[in-house]
Every structure is written in structure tokens, then in C-alpha cells.
């Protein structure tokens, strides 16, 4: 299904863009009928979204009024779309329009139980998830039984993904979690946190993120189908097991999701060629995919390194949020920073802080934050 809509969509973009070494698609899932016409028979299942894309942004292409896309890797944007998708279902609740969405007793948007949101990869994601990943000889879902990896006593670490480069290394301290505007636009190498690191943080935080919380509680991936170097044991730790110390230190609706996680019956050959330059992005809705170049995380033009702002960057998503928040709730947020609309989601913000806390005291290293600068912009 996922190869098949990639197929279907990349027809759209060059064939220079159409280059892949990660692809990551998003699909809902629903269990029952919906009398309202989005899902007409039960158990259908659609892509709503996908990705690709294996790399990050050059620190000198850093935007502070965020319309440059920072990580563009799939299984990162993925999420992003999502959140697009989100914004479109709200706008179908407030205009009495069919939407997989519904008003809880709370006032808060919910996901309506028949319908479940399912994440693939192609390959297990960067980090934690890959690192000690067994080679793949015969059972894809084998466990290691002997633990003998020289690096045992580094599994579960947070790492981060280097500028300009591929792999991960881990953050052990809080010095080397500090990043700073005048220092990466120096040299110092941008370091963004790794995918398996922030598939976690999303098992416990949820996919909406910080501003959608505003308006909804957390929604959670039912499961998550990986491709090449599927390992049930390393899968495991890396998603949610090393965030179990959070448990009861959470603010209501919040939870350590543990997704289903399931290998798949026939992988891609590894490719070994460079990783793309280019990645793309399809939302359920979108007319085309979007291509963005992964050096200066905007949109591609010709000849023109700098083209305009991708529909997945910070400020494109914020000019959401503010649309949204006004109609639903009011102007009390009007003219504030992005930093402080996300600050201002309270419940959301102490199940961050008590995640971030949870991984220090478990010894799993520091999360490297992006420098303050990035986030005070409006819209």
C-alpha cells in the first residue's frame, strides 16, 4: 500500500526528486462504518500521508522566523503532515463537515474510536532503534539472545544526528545538549535529536504536539511497521521502554503508548548509493507532493537554493494554529511568540518537562534543544 502510493505520487515530482533511501507513510485505519461518509465500508484503511527524506538542515540555513524545515527525515515529517491533517479534520468539526474528529465532555478534540492512526517506515529509524540492529539473516523478527555488542552498555542512549553528516552519536552530557545561534552560524556542527529518540518522545507526548494540544488531547500510533532491520527487542527499548520511569509523573491523558510493532513479510534491498538531496511530502487533501531541498529545508526551485517556505516548516504550521486558536478560542493569544503559544499549552508542557527529567535520572543522556532564538517569532 505504501509502495504503491509512492509510486502513484512521485510521478508528480522530477525524477531527480523521486530518489529515496527512507520512505514513511502515515494510514488510518477504521474499524467500523462511518455513517457520515469519510470511510465507507469497515476495515478500510488510506494512506493520509508521506514522506521521504534522510537528512538535516546546514546550520547556516537556520531561519529564525521558521520557514526553514530543520529535519527531513521522513519519519519526522511524517508527523508534520499529520499535524496538517489534524488542522483540516478540526476545521471539518467547526464547520459540521465529516471528520474523524469529535468533541469530547471536555471541550477537547478527540480521535473517534473507530478509527486508529498506523505508522511504516522502511527502515527502522535512525538511533537507538537502528544502531544495534542484528544483520538481517533469515527471521526478521529474531532477537539477539546473547548480548554481546560492544556497545551494550550505550543501548538506549539519546543521540543526535550530525550536520553534513550520517549516524548518530549519543548526548551523555548536558553541556553537549547546549546549542547556540551565534555558535552554529560559526561552525559548530548542528546536532538534532535522533528519530528513534523523538518517535519516543511522540509515545508519550502524542502526535498533535504542543500547540494542537490546545485543542485536542493526545492522539497516539496504533502500531508502527518497520521495514529493513527490524528488531522486536531494540524497537522496543528505543520507542517507549526507556520512557517507562515517566509513568505516574504524567498529567492527565498522557501515557507511555506502547504502539504494536511489526516487521514486514518482504523488505527493500539496502542501498547503498549517496542519500538524496531532495525530499518530498504528501498530506491527504494536498492536490501534489511538495519537494524540498534538505540543505535549506525550503521548497525547490530551479537554479535557486533559496526557494520559498515549505507547508511543513514551524511558520507555515503556526499561521495555522493562530487561525484555529482565534476562531475556538478567542484573540487571548494574538500576537504571541511561538515559543509562547507552546509554553502555553500547560498539560503538554509538564508531561515534556517530566519526560526530559525521566531521562536523566535513567541515565539515557540529555535532549539537545535547538537555540532559543529559532522559536520567538510571530506570525
Same mark, same amino acid.
Given at each position: ?8 505520487? $512521485? ?19 477504521? $474499524? ?232 514486514? $513479510? ?80 500547560? $498539560? ?32
Amino acid at each position: 500500500m505504501s509502495q504503491a502510493k509512492f509510486d502513484q505520487l $512521485s510521478k508528480d515530482v522530477s525524477e531527480h526528486q523521486q530518489r529515496k533511501k527512507v520512505l514513511a507513510t502515515a494510514v488510518l485505519y477504521s $474499524s467500523g462504518v462511518d455513517e457520515e461518509g469519510l470511510f465507507t465500508a469497515d476495515g478500510d484503511m488510506e494512506v493520509i500521508a508521506l514522506t521521504t527524506g534522510t537528512k538535516v538542515l546546514g546550520g547556516e540555513y537556520l531561519s529564525i522566523d521558521g520557514t526553514a524545515v530543520n529535519d527531513s527525515h521522513a519519519e519526522i515529517q511524517i508527523r508534520r503532515c499529520l499535524i496538517r491533517f489534524l488542522y483540516a479534520q478540526i476545521k471539518a468539526v467547526t464547520e459540521n463537515r465529516s471528520s474523524v474528529l469529535e468533541v469530547g465532555e471536555d471541550g477537547m478534540m478527540n480521535l473517534k474510536p473507530d478509527f486508529s492512526i498506523h505508522l511504516y517506515i522502511n527502515t527502522a529509524p535512525c538511533g537507538d532503534s537502528r544502531i544495534f540492529s542484528p544483520k538481517q539473516e533469515g527471521d526478521q523478527a529474531q532477537v539477539v539472545q546473547a548480548d554481546t555488542h560492544p556497545e551494550r552498555r550505550n543501548r538506549g542512549q539519546l543521540r543526535t544526528k550530525i550536520e553534513s553528516g550520517e549516524g548518530t552519536i549519543p548526548v551523555r552530557s548536558e553541556s553537549e545538549s547546549l546549542l547556540t545561534l551565534d555558535g552554529v552560524l560559526g561552525g559548530q556542527r548542528l546536532r538534532t535529536m535522533s528519530c528513534s529518540d523523538k518517535l519516543c518522545r511522540v509515545n508519550v507526548l502524542g502526535i498533535q504536539g504542543s500547540l494542537l494540544s490546545h485543542f485536542m488531547n493526545p492522539i497516539y500510533y496504533s502500531s508502527v511497521t518497520v521495514g529493513r532491520l527490524f528488531s522486536l527487542e531494540h524497537l522496543s527499548r528505543a520507542l517507549f521502554e526507556r520512557a517507562i520511569g515517566v509513568e505516574g509523573s504524567l498529567p492527565e491523558g498522557y501515557r507511555v503508548n506502547a504502539p504494536i510493532l511489526l516487521p514486514v $513479510s518482504g523488505t527493500e534491498p539496502r542501498s547503498t548509493s549517496k542519500a538524496s538531496n531532495f525530499c518530498f511530502n504528501w498530506t491527504y487533501g494536498d492536490e501534489k507532493p511538495e519537494a524540498t531541498k534538505t540543505i535549506c529545508g525550503r521548497v525547490d526551485a530551479a537554479n535557486n537554493v533559496q526557494g520559498g517556505p515549505s507547508r511543513l516548516c514551524k511558520n507555515s504550521l503556526f499561521k495555522q494554529f493562530q487561525g484555529v486558536y482565534q476562531k475556538l478560542r478567542g484573540d487571548e493569544l494574538k500576537g504571541k511568540t511561538y515559543r509562547e503559544c507552546k509554553e502555553a499549552a500547560v $498539560s503538554y508542557s509538564q508531561a515534556k518537562g517530566a519526560l526530559m527529567k525521566s531521562f536523566v535520572e535513567g541515565e539515557y543522556g540529555y535532549w539537545a534543544h535547538k537555540p532559543e532564538e529559532l522559536s520567538g517569532f510571530t506570525v
